[in-house]
């Protein structure tokens, strides 16, 4: 499997004229490394030339984790500078072209360029993000797990005592039941009631769910590394006139951008159809948000779902559609699921119930 | 408190001849911007400038978080690309030098290099973790309530009925404690029972605790951002001799390394005579890190307790003192408090019984 994702990665170095790259710890290290290092001032480091061969770059605390990956390891000791042996493993090449991995610290490149003040430096992500954003069956299997747990959290929330429950009490039952549901931990969860809900990245805190509010929940983890997200919006009691119209046009929004999505079409194409109904019902203005991210190893990685993206999905792409009304200082609305392109279409990887939930 | 800090760190731009400062969300935003900004490929930064002025780039999304800030705020649109934005401003000075934080991803300093060819890149750290590394009082508080909630939990770790259980179970217990003690959460937590106490960083597990297991245990999390970090080792029934033996020889190098603490004693001298104890007993080949590492809005951060180091120890610093044994295969022994520089000596902020806990 790792050496597949080489392949294919080292065929698009040789194509862009990258000689290696350097990877620090992250979703790009863990997918050609097997496994996640630790990130932290102590530089853990995966280097691939082109023209063959890998290292891993290892402080000698971090190495027996290190040695499960199978690639050689060089354990450097804390009397050393790991930018020392990297800078005179990649100076093999004269004048070299290094690909840096996306979150690679600036104080690591920084040290890089130092080192070798002739190499040229380009985003490591214009080689990898095209291998990354295919998944396999076996991702896409561990992401439909995934969802799949998240879908029944969904289901346990709706059966909570959630009138005058607090949003940051909320937040702490869905971190158990995403626990409790075998996911390897809580990737975040966001909890905003009545008018923080209009604030799509709200902090959740000590503002209880109230009767009339409308209550966005967002929420996820990861398991065997591949993430969930999930969003529903559901109602404490009946739904006002005005909240129940715009909850309707969102549900249809998210329903015309799930239906738009098959091989070939522009991401910028679905952001605009699942837009143009927003855009329709005059909401426009509070749709301040892309349609969508592409999800796997990260929660947030390509493909974006955007207007001006001319990028054509391709089957096995994984993302959401998650569109969302923001009425400040009234209320907010988000419906989210994830969706992996199929030859005909998308399956949709989250399941549970569309319809505005009422808790009564 | 924010004006302080920045008044002490444009002070030392105006030395260091750095024109503007770049910093992504992370430790060095929080000490400056007063709140933590989320990470993520939306790009919030801080630009602070040298001759007057500071300006955050957010996105639309978390502009109702950084509206607290008080600083002026770019709120930039999912149309907007923020470099542009960021390089506009600092395209006021010509050629400018741009200190950029140390975390800030490879991706977007490459894009900032792009943008400002002309321009001067270094690490902005030169200028801020001098300022950081001293604490106010009111750092120090936080750090001596969130040491001692981690000792209660200690307290409480000791109490469980740790034979036969697991050591990610465990972890799981910690974690609760932590919670419930009151710390914002659970910054880490590892547990290495028997063999595994010997890998430093090992990945807690499925090994149940046994009788006659040494147990390394480490955890920590932060209150107002200040983080805790301690570490005891528990031995599970009676310790064999050569465990006993391990034990003390760590325990009192971990003694004389505390007390080797003192304004203008070097970094260094600390892990010096910390080793040198360790060394004497014929086991430094097995004491594998560092003797510390700063701690404060980051679990690791400057000041450094190791060899080479020739940094003065200076009133307000704050640290951590944990020599540590590790027999590859048999077991492992580390002692850690965190220690705070006072004008006579130090102050341990961990309190927790340093004797060896026999758990019968």
Not at 130 to 143: A, D, N, T
Not at 268 to 288: C, N, Q, Y
Not at 328 to 345: A, L
């Amino acid at each position: 499997m790792l050496s597949e994702r080489l392949a294919m990665v080292r065929e698009r170095m040789r194509d862009a004229g990258m000689d290696a790259l350097v990877l620090g710890p992250g979703a790009d290290y863990q997918y050609l490394a097997g496994y996640d290092a630790h990130a932290s001032e102590r530089l853990t480091a995966l280097v691939v030339f082109q023209d063959g061969g890998e290292i891993i770059f290892v402080p000698r605390l971090e190495a027996p984790g290190a040695e499960d990956s199978g690639f050689p390891l060089i354990v450097w000791t804390e009397k050393q500078q790991p930018l020392d042996l990297i800078a005179a493993a990649l100076q093999e090449h004269d004048a070299p072209t290094i690909g840096v991995g996306d979150h690679l610290w600036s104080r690591f490149l920084f040290g890089l360029q130092e080192r070798l003040p002739a190499a040229r430096w380009c985003t490591a992500s214009t080689v990898i993000a095209p291998v990354r954003c295919i998944k396999s069956s076996q991702e896409i299997e561990l992401l439909r797990t995934a969802g799949a747990k998240a879908d029944a959290v969904w289901q346990q929330v709706t059966e909570l005592p959630l009138e005058g429950m607090t949003e940051r009490a909320l937040c702490d039952q869905i971190s158990a039941l995403l626990v409790a549901q075998g996911l390897d931990g809580v990737g975040f969860v966001n909890v905003g009631a009545g008018p923080n809900g209009a604030s799509p990245h709200h902090d959740s805190g000590a503002r209880p769910l109230q009767r009339g509010d409308m209550v966005v929940i967002d929420y996820g983890g990861p398991l065997g590394g591949y993430h969930s997200d999930i969003t529903r919006t559901l109602c404490i009691g009946e739904a006002g006139e005005e909240e129940r119209r715009v909850y309707e046009i969102v549900r249809e929004a998210q329903e015309i951008g799930v239906r738009a999505v098959r091989p070939n079409v522009a991401a910028g194409e679905v952001d605009r159809l699942t837009r143009a109904h927003i855009d329709a019902a005059g909401l426009g203005e509070w749709f301040i948000h892309r349609t969508g991210h592409g999800l796997g190893l990260e929660l947030h990685e390509p493909p974006y779902i955007i207007a001006e993206s001319g990028e054509r999905l391709r089957e096995g792409m994984v993302f959401s559609i998650e569109p969302g009304v923001y009425i400040p200082g009234r209320f907010g609305v988000r419906i989210e699921d994830i969706v992996v392109v199929t030859p005909g279409g998308c399956e949709r990887l989250n399941n549970a119930p569309r319809e505005l939930t009422v808790i009564q």
